[in-house]
């Protein structure tokens, strides 16, 4: 349908009137694509032939595959009617003047073709013949492809009609590229007329969408639809026709979905347009598509780019915005990136690479941000220039600053290529690919570190270099591990008095690499001793370097817990929580001052440089945060986020981040034991690790110990707790508190009825708890000594556990000895045992679970703690339903019958459930459900549904 188009049939109609009483003219209507103008065209031509007063209608429609085809759109002109006519007709119409053009329109063998001179005259000579036995109308589709002749030819009719009754209709669309743009020119100033076709309104639209859709169209639907056509007809016919198409109604909800769709719909449209378009259109195009969408691309900056003159890229502009290519003009944005794809897509290699470095230029001259030229500078495979590579370093050292690792390692990456072959500048450039690496892909980092230290001049370059890695992974590269072991054993001395903090962190990481040897250990506990009471806090290498000390002091219970606790807290206070301290020996400090039972203290800081590295994009340094986090919630009363945590570590990227991996397991190791969790025992083990990390070998001994002794067999299990033992010590590990072996171990021994060794290892643990002095671990050592004793003393030593535990440690340590004291005060019918057991389960259920029933017999090393499932806070209120009255004995028909539902739907709530809670089965849950889901509704554990109340 035509909508909003009167006024030009209206114009039609009064030009051809006038021509009828002997006032010809031309009649031009113009619009950009897609406006109308070829079915205002055809409305015209049927208005005429279905007039009152017959009348000849001549129709031609241009094209750009014809353009080439001399007087191709005269002949479409008039062949047709010459062609339905007889010979009589011909000879009338082909006399005089005419005669000379009865070639080029009837193949006539006994006529040659007329000369070029004569054909003007004798193409109007034949139109005035026509016109005199009707009034003659010539339309001309899309004159600005009109074949040159022709042009020619209409241009000399224009001027030439004098008082014929001819009406000569064009159209023409605004902004297409003209190859003879002077004749189409020259016949538009020959119009007595000219309708410009203007976009439909917002009612016109929805007009032409209930024509298309056949029904009522919602307003909200239609304003969506003029929104993304800007009222073009041939663009909101393709948008009607594709939703359509996809069976989408005109409603109010479907308003949304409009702007998504319409891109897709309209591209290819949009594309062919913009070909058609003239060079300066295209230009501008391609330099807003090269520019992107990032920053401040404005049109004075497309015009140096498309090297167009300010007013040229101004129209341009405009142009592409008629075309609905751009989402606003100022500054220039395009609707449809996929649209920009495209485009680039279509120039060749080199002209897109020329561009690229052309407008990297223009945006370095104006002055713009380093890492919006690097940008342009990516995009080039060849041909590199030298100041490239210094624009990039910078942009990279900009995106490092703000976060933005892996942005910065492209940059880097991409300036090797521009920069020199070799020497002192490559090696720089790799130093600084390293430290961007070092967030994102930590083992190329430490291996360009060890390609750069050839080539570093002096020693200040290469100790530098080495700090910029992961201190975790150094040992991996024998030329990095041996820069920092050599300033380890012997500092150098001008590095030390040019640069002290350079050399301090040093010695940190040197002696940090041997923290797994006894003499490492015990040349680090001799130089913290070294220091006395003027120990270097106040700068960031003295801070590293005391917490590798602390470590090796913790490792060794060389300090009692309170020192290392103090010294651990006395630098963090000092350090900014910068989450590129997962780079450094920094950590050990936080598994110093967990271990001394003051992991508390660390949990603020930590928090602090969590929230900075939510900013950034390196996802192994959350990974690190992350495991460190975990430890501490392990060891300060939450196992349950502390699992969380860890195991979200796990499933990421390990291999390439040991340290976090490492971290992550020595917080997962205890809580597997606490709660004889077989299966998150076995998930540890098979996570990817470093099979030469010792603590990782102990980790490994005591869980597959803990799967032994789950199985049953007891003696397996205790070999391989003493194993851990035994190679601990030969580490140099005195004080392992985050694996407790003497504790399982005496536990075993007692399982076996071997209780003289069970008491000489507790003895041998409450000894080594009360030199380090940290309340955790002398509660867990009285614990022990509590459980393998019975009657009233087993209930005073437990007793003494709680009130240690009270002091200060890990709640869930205290709750593990109430719920001891609380059985067994209630195996003598003692109704203290009451209150006892409440604080014990609301310690664990603060712990994120419960403790399971059982007995001292039963059970490997006391209560067992059994976490609530992470999902079960997920459970909809149908799921909990289900779940509660299966752990209750009911058969899936028995539940659908209660809730009044079908079986199906029970068995998909109950599919859901166990998705969610992490269990294999029915039986599973059963078994575990109050672990599992104990905040499930009461109504419905006691079994009272909805209905029943």
């Known amino acids: 349908m035509l909508a909003e188009r009167e006024e030009a049939l209206d114009a039609v109609r009064r030009g051809f009137a006038a021509a009828v009483t002997g006032e010809p003219g031309l009649l031009l209507v113009t619009g950009v694509p897609g406006a109308g103008r070829s079915a205002v065209l055809a409305a015209a031509a049927n208005l005429v032939e279905d007039g009152a007063r017959p009348a000849h209608v001549l129709r031609a429609d241009a094209t750009p595959a014809e353009s080439g085809f001399p007087f191709g759109v005269v002949q479409q002109l008039v062949r047709p009617l010459v062609a339905g006519a007889d010979p009589a007709e011909h000879d009338r119409w082909f ?108 009612a016109g639209v929805r007009r032409v969408l209930a024509a298309e859709f056949d029904e009522e169209v919602d307003p909200a639907f239609a304003a969506a639809c003029h929104a993304v056509t800007g009222g073009n007809p041939a663009a909101l016919l393709a948008v009607a026709h594709g939703l359509h198409a996809r069976s989408v109604r005109p409603t109010a909800s479907a308003a949304a979905s409009v702007a998504g769709a319409s891109h897709g719909l309209l591209r290819e449209r949009r594309l062919f347009h913009l070909s058609t378009q003239p060079p300066s259109v295209r230009a501008a195009a391609r330099a807003l598509v090269v520019l992107g969408a990032d920053g401040d691309t404005d049109t004075d900056l497309v015009a140096r780019v498309a090297g167009l003159d300010a007013l040229d890229c101004k129209s341009a502009v405009h142009a592409m915005d008629r075309l609905g290519l751009l989402s606003s003009v100022d500054p220039p944005r395009l609707a449809d990136p996929e649209v920009g794809v495209a485009l680039e897509a279509t120039m060749p290699l080199p002209q897109r690479e020329e561009l690229h470095r052309h407008a990297a230029t223009v945006l370095h001259d104006a002055g713009h941000p380093a890492e919006r030229v690097a940008e342009q500078l990516l995009r080039i495979t060849r041909g590199y220039l030298r100041w490239e590579a210094d624009l990039l370093r910078g942009a990279a050292a900009s995106a490092l600053a703000r976060g933005a690792g892996e942005r910065a390692v492209r940059y880097l990456r991409r300036a090797l290529l521009a920069g020199p072959p070799g020497g ?26 060890a390609q750069a230290l050839p080539d570093l001049p002096g020693v200040p370059e290469a100790a530098a270099a080495v700090l910029s890695v992961p201190f975790a992974l150094a040992a991996r590269s024998p030329s990095v591990a041996a820069v920092l072991r050599t300033h380890a054993a012997a500092p150098d001395p001008r590095l030390a008095g040019a640069n002290p903090d350079l050399a301090l962190r ?336 609301r310690i664990a259920r603060a712990a994120g679970g419960v403790w399971l029933e059982g007995n001292d017999e039963a059970e490997l090393n006391g209560p067992v703690l059994r976490l609530r499932a992470s999902g079960a806070a997920e459970l909809t209120r149908a799921e909990q339903s289900v779940v509660a009255m299966v752990v209750r004995g009911w058969t899936n028909q028995r539940i659908a019958d209660s809730l009044g539902v079908t079986r199906r739907a029970v068995e998909k709530s109950l599919t859901g459930a166990y998705r969610k809670l992490g269990v294999r089965g029915r039986s599973v849950l059963v078994e575990q459900w109050r672990a599992l889901v104990p905040e499930l509704r009461a109504d419905v554990l006691d079994g009272r549904g909805e209905d029943e109340r």
């Not at 080029?104 to 016109?131: M, Q």
């Open 95 to 202: 006399t005089g003047p005419a005669e000379v053009v009865r070639p080029l329109f009837l193949d006539d063998a006994a006529h040659t073709a007329p000369p070029a001179d004569a054909v003007l005259p004798g193409l109007h000579a034949l139109v005035a013949r026509l016109a005199e036995d009707r009034p003659l109308l010539l339309a001309v589709d899309d004159l600005q492809w009109a074949d040159r002749s022709s042009l020619r030819c209409l241009a000399y009719l224009a001027r030439r009609l004098g008082r014929g009754r001819v009406l000569l209709l064009a159209t023409l669309a605004d902004g297409y590229a003209v190859g003879e743009q002077g004749l189409v020119d020259d016949i538009a100033t020959s119009a007595r007329r000219a309708v410009q076709l203007a976009p439909l309104s917002a």
């Open 424 to 449: 002192p500048e490559r090696a720089r450039l790799l130093v600084d690919l390293a430290a961007a690496e070092r967030g994102t892909d930590p083992a190329s980092s430490v291996g360009h570190v």
């Open 506 to 841: 040093l010695e940190a990481r040197g002696r940090a690499l041997d923290r797994f040897g006894k003499q490492g250990l015990t040349d680090a506990v001799a130089r913290l001793r070294g220091f006395g009471v003027a120990r270097p806090l106040d700068t960031g290498g003295g801070r590293e370097l005391l917490a590798v000390l602390a470590h090796a002091a913790a490792a060794t219970a060389a300090l009692p817990a309170t020192e290392v606790a103090a010294l651990g807290s006395a630098l963090l206070d000092r350090e900014p929580a910068d989450p590129a301290h997962v780079h450094t020996a920094l950590p050990l400090a936080v598994t110093a001052v967990v271990a001394a039972d003051a992991g508390a203290v660390t949990a603020p800081w930590l928090e602090r440089a969590w929230d900075a590295a939510r900013r950034q994009e390196s996802a192994g340094v959350r990974s690190a945060l992350a495991a460190q986090r975990a430890a501490v919630l392990a060891a300060t009363g939450n196992p349950g986020r502390a699992r969380a945590l860890a195991l979200g570590v796990l499933d990421g990227d390990g291999a390439a981040w040991p340290e976090a991996t490492a971290t992550a397991v020595l917080a997962l190791t205890p809580i597997a034991l606490h709660t004889q969790d077989g299966d998150l025992a076995r998930r540890v083990l098979a996570a990817e690790h470093d099979a030469s990390d010792p603590r990782l070998v102990l980790s490994h001994l005591v869980l597959r110990g803990l799967l032994d002794a789950l199985r049953g067999d007891v003696v397996a299990a205790l070999d391989k707790l003493l194993d851990c033992g035994e190679r601990a010590a030969r580490f140099g590990w005195t004080n392992l508190t985050a694996l407790p072996w003497r504790v399982w171990a005496a536990g075993l021994h007692q399982r076996l009825g071997d209780l003289d060794r069970a008491f000489a290892l507790a003895e041998r643990e409450y000894a080594a708890a009360l030199a380090w002095g940290a309340p955790t671990a002398v509660g867990r050592a009285l614990r022990l000594r509590g459980m393998l004793l019975g009657g009233a003393e087993g209930i005073g030593a437990l007793r003494a556990v709680v009130e240690r535990l009270r002091a200060g440690g890990d709640p869930v340590e205290l709750g593990r000895a109430q719920a001891m004291v609380g059985r067994r005060l209630a195996g003598l019918g003692d109704l203290a045992a009451l209150p006892v057991v409440e604080e014990a389960d």
